[in-house]
């Protein structure tokens, strides 16, 4: 299994961006799939996941919650994250990861199985 992450970058508070994660060796219709972040000094923590079985189900924490939108592509084999009026508390490595058989997307904040290596976002003026 692969996850690979891009769009990471610098960005002035109230700006936006957008993450992608290429993944393989795996489907989306067997794993919950997620983005985490770890700010610097802290633990990585789940920011958001989508499962698709038996039914789509997905989880926002609730510091991003109304700002932050995640999506996939199944067909392409990707997974986003659309990140709207970021704060400087957004600052961090931001990781794409995997898990079989997630079946309700809140359980990501268990853990997950895969991660990637990860995509730095720094909000900052």
């Known amino acids: 299994i692969q996850l690979v992450e891009s769009g990471g970058a610098l960005v002035q508070p109230g700006g936006s961006l957008r993450l992608s994660c290429a993944t393989s060796g795996f489907s989306f219709e067997n794993y919950g799939i997620g983005w985490f972040r770890q700010a610097p000094g802290k633990e990585r923590k789940e920011v958001s996941c989508i499962n698709t079985s038996p039914r789509t189900t997905t989880y926002y924490t609730g510091s991003v919650q109304g700002r932050f939108t995640i999506s996939t592509d199944i067909n392409k084999k990707m997974v986003f994250l659309q990140m709207n009026n970021l704060k400087p508390e957004d600052t961090a490595v931001y990781y794409c990861?995997?898990?079989?058989?997630?079946?309700?997307?809140?359980?990501?904040?268990?853990?997950?199985?895969?991660y990637g290596k990860g995509t730095l976002v720094t909000v900052s003026s």
């Open positions: 990861a995997a898990k079989p058989d997630l079946r309700l997307a809140a359980m990501c904040a268990y853990g997950m199985s895969y």
